[in-house]
């Protein structure tokens, strides 16, 4: 398969520890809105380095440099003894992990932002239609990520994801592996670290969807949850879902939605430095099934149902590729106003092969799993 379907992760288990904090007026820590639905045990669950501050105030164990609620009370009040009392108990409850302490973390969103909110606000994008995939421009999509496995190296673009809100990733069940640990934001050119400011933001728990099969592709979705709410810029911002009832009962047959990333730019070929841009078309999800069915690759009867979106140029020499797994397929809206949204309706799942004449590629519709995202995304603390 163009995008093969990759193994899920293996599951592990959080240990969380009190400790007393400091004065409030000393410092200053933010507590998550209760929720009637949401429980001390899920908040835990929710953070694979969590630690408890006080009942209902979580933090997550970084070094004291990369948490300013601590480090600005540090350069204000120096070796005030309350403070170092608290930082050195930190430091404790974070099993003495060099500089670690139990930083605050402040709530994530619990719901998909609003095209009033900004999401999918494009930057300097042409409307044009794409033909054979092009550079796209420095951060014409700013909710495109990148997935990180391992320590830090990017050298082996395997996923892409999409920012969806200041704390959430979506992205393809099959790009969940053990060792899937960050993502990058904000980046365009993989060959140098200067052509943008991007930001690598830790991952804290990565859910796959519950009846994601691996054998026909089917429910290829997952969400990631990030250790901190991302800041947004013209170079980091989240996409729009289609979330009202209209955007839902949309068919997307016909149009020409675009679809991004670093994934290979020929098949067996290296993967792009410069993230790339192709339009490609929808076509009926009959034109995937007849297509797989032909190389005996369709597995069970609701493997093309509306839980897929089918879309690629029958004629070939245009198509996502290894490495744009996870990835958006994307199309923009104009608004009642005027002003254009860009719309998260696909996510690179799989293909036969790369840019093969009259071999579509299939792509998780979001439009279908609308409920499992909006579920996934309330359970953040």
Not at 17 to 38: A, F, K, M, R
Not at 50 to 75: A, F, H, M, T, W
Not at 319 to 326: L, P, T, V, Y
């Amino acid at each position: 398969c163009t995008r093969p379907l990759k193994d899920p992760p293996s599951t592990s288990t959080t240990t969380t520890t009190t400790i007393t904090p400091i004065p409030e007026t000393t410092l200053t820590t933010t507590t998550p809105e209760p929720t009637s639905t949401t429980s001390i045990s899920s908040l835990v669950d929710l953070r694979s380095n969590s630690c408890l501050l006080v009942p209902g105030v979580y933090g997550e164990c970084i070094d004291i440099k990369r948490c300013p609620s601590i480090l600005n009370q540090l350069r204000e009040k120096g070796n005030d003894p309350v403070l170092v009392k608290f930082i050195k108990a930190s430091n404790l409850l974070c099993d003495n992990v060099g500089q670690n302490v139990c930083c605050p973390t402040e709530p994530g969103p619990r719901r998909l932002p609003t095209e009033n909110e900004g999401c999918g606000e494009p930057n300097l994008v042409s409307y044009r239609r794409i033909v054979g995939g092009d550079e796209a421009m420095k951060g014409a999509y700013p909710w495109i990520a990148l997935l990180g496995y391992g320590e830090s190296s990017l050298s082996n673009v395997k996923c892409g994801g999409t920012l969806i809100t200041a704390r959430h990733v979506v992205t393809a069940a099959h790009c969940i592996k053990h060792d899937l640990s960050f993502v990058r934001l904000g980046e365009h050119d993989l060959s140098t670290d200067t052509d943008t400011t991007h930001m690598d933001i830790n991952i804290v728990k990565k859910v796959s969807h519950s009846n994601y099969n691996k054998t026909d592709g089917r429910s290829d979705i997952a969400m990631l949850y990030l250790e901190r709410n991302v800041e947004f810029t013209n170079i980091m911002k989240p996409i729009c879902l289609p979330n009202s009832p209209s955007l839902r009962a949309k068919s997307y047959v016909d149009t020409n939605p675009i679809v991004i990333g670093w994934g290979n730019t020929q098949e067996f070929g290296r993967s792009a430095k410069i993230l790339r841009q192709l339009t490609i078309p929808v076509l009926e999800n009959s034109v995937c099934q007849n297509s797989y069915k032909a190389m005996n690759l369709s597995f069970s009867l609701n493997q093309f149902d509306k839980a897929i979106l089918c879309a690629g140029i029958l004629a070939g020499g245009q198509d996502a590729c290894q490495g744009d797994s996870g990835g958006p397929l994307m199309i923009s809206e104009q608004l009642d106003n005027g002003e254009i949204r860009f719309y998260l309706i696909g996510i690179v799942a799989y293909g036969y092969g790369c840019a093969r004449p009259n071999i579509p590629g299939v792509y998780t519709s979001t439009q279908y799993f609308m409920d499992w995202i909006n579920d996934k995304v309330r359970e953040m603390p």
